[in-house]
């Protein structure tokens, strides 16, 4: 009877970690964020132009992995702590995801509070 228990909660275990494990693996890290938008730098800095069509597939490719809440909150504070290292052009940089024909649920700025981003 207890060998058939063990097996019970061992089965429950599995299913479980199989269950939690596709979504854990496809969480967006600060890695995802940051080579998602590195061939966006050069417009973040200056403003200039229109941002490069890597750019925009970047931005693309990020806004769809970031899927939940969770991801997005990721993604807003990835992208706020960025900012932080590095000068850019506020203007330039909250205006990339229209510019790339992306609609995001939060402004990119350093004054974000990211927890309120679903």
Known sequence: MACFEIRAITAAAVVILLLTAPHAANAVTCGDVTSSVAPCMAYARS?????????????KSLNSKAATGTDRQTVCNCLKNLAKSMTFNSGAVSGLPGKCGVSIPFAISTSTDCSKVH
Do not use: Y
């Open 47 to 59: 403003g200039q132009g229109s941002p490069s069509a890597g750019c925009c597939s970047g931005i």
